[in-house]
């Protein structure tokens, strides 16, 4: 196999690997693992509804050594880790850090509504489940326990293509709203089916993430890989019925090195605002030149985000972005927000920068691999509890009394 080849795959962007470890693993053996293959997917046995956690998480933070200890150390460190250096990756939380808050004398709140909405989607808060890919890693129940979690808590699970389960497996799940982040087959009339069933399954709005590309030091050293049997799923989910389980490993990987459009261009997304009425979302945007293109591409909202740091290493923060997007967007399209959201606190900064809704990544993959679907839903209620404590006490009753008034560096 080119290893050449095998650079140009953008990884878990579209098809899940990223580049010279996957060449390595492939030349070193037929179905190669993350660790081992019996590990790969964890055994489900964490805290289900009326059991005690081994130790009650209170913060998002709290759900990191609990899915540590549940997952292998590749699968653990390939959702941790950011890319190169992980400046970006540090600098997204940091940033947040830097931000203060201001809240006014005299505005008293003693009852909070967090309900918005999305896209003309009704929500009860302004925190959606971002898209992750191999969900099925950090729990058996992969993307259908975070579909469940969602629906329970009133908001929006945005799945990705490589979530590890099929579009119709995710749909069937839960009854809560869904939006589907497409990864685009190289295949147009493949990419096509899916965006049909997308909407025939009943997913409102389509996320199309351009940031792609990673290297990531973490997974070249622990030479991470997908198991033979998730890739093999993958593929098949996607609608690639010429795969089977006949394959080796190094054939899916060639496979799947050519299954995907990697270099997304004004074309396509002319082409996919013919194919569909649904919504449209473009994710990685930072700059107000890429506002303008989603503008006049006709596109319905954006995510600022630069891939929780897990793309091109040295990026800006995306909180630091915010405002300059916001502006150029104003008011034309709806404006989300991702990247380094770990407190309710973060989630009223973005919201007080523009953002009408946050999207969860990290945190969503740690509780889900510390609890399955009971750790996805006590992530997203103590987000919602934080949230409600940074609103009151900044004497806002509803979402939309967040006003850039509330940050000093937006007020200097």
């Known amino acids: 196999m080119d290893r050449r080849t095998f650079s140009q795959l953008l990884a878990f962007g579209a098809g899940m690997f990223s580049a010279s470890h996957v060449a390595a693993n492939a030349a070193a053996a037929d179905a190669p693992s993350v660790d081992n293959v019996d590990k790969a997917v964890p055994d489900g046995n964490g805290p289900v509804d009326g059991e005690a956690w081994p130790a009650s998480p209170v913060t998002i933070n709290d759900f990191i050594p609990l899915a540590q200890a549940k997952l292998p150390k590749a699968t653990f460190e390939y959702i941790t880790s950011g890319s190169e250096d992980e400046v970006t990756l540090r600098d997204n939380v940091d940033a947040f850090r830097r931000l203060r808050i201001l809240p006014p004398l005299l505005h008293g709140v003693q009852k909070t509504d967090l309900s918005t909405s999305v896209l003309g989607q009704k929500v009860s808060m302004p925190i959606l ?13 992969g993307g259908r326990a975070s579909a469940r979690a969602a629906a329970i808590a009133g908001t929006i699970c945005v799945t990705s293509t490589s979530v590890g389960n099929s579009v119709e497996e995710v749909a069937a799940a839960g009854n809560g709203p869904k939006w589907f982040q497409l990864y685009v087959p190289s295949d147009r009339e493949l990419a096509k089916q899916l965006v049909k069933r997308a909407e025939a399954s009943g997913y409102k709005a389509l996320v199309v993430t351009v940031d792609l590309g990673e290297r990531k030091d973490a997974d070249l ?13 993958h593929l098949r989910d996607i609608g690639h019925k010429q795969v089977s389980d006949r394959n080796t490993y190094e054939e899916l990987v060639a496979f799947n090195a050519k299954a995907w459009d990697v270099s997304l261009s004004v074309e396509f997304f002319q082409w996919l605002r013919r194919e569909t009425r649904l919504p449209i979302i473009l994710k990685g945007v930072l700059t107000k030149e890429a506002v303008q293109q989603a503008i006049d591409l006709k596109l319905d909202g954006i995510v600022v985000s630069n891939h929780g740091g897990r793309r091109l290493d040295g990026m800006p923060a995306a909180i630091d972005r915010l405002k300059e997007v916001v502006d150029a967007a104003d008011g034309r399209l709806e404006v989300l927000f991702d990247s380094g959201v770990r407190r309710g606190g973060d989630v009223l900064k973005a919201l007080a920068m523009g953002a009408k809704a946050v999207l969860i990544g990290r945190p969503q993959a740690w509780s889900l691999a510390a609890g399955g679907e009971t750790g996805v839903k006590l992530a997203l209620e103590i987000l919602r509890d934080e949230l409600t404590n940074a609103m009151i006490s900044s004497g806002c009753a509803t979402v939309d009394d967040i006003s850039p008034s509330l940050l000093l560096s937006a007020a200097t």
């Open 129 to 141: 489940l971002a898209p992750v890919a191999a969900l099925r890693l950090f729990h058996p129940e």
């Open 221 to 233: 050293r622990n030479r991470f890989s997908l198991p033979k049997d998730m890739l093999l799923k």
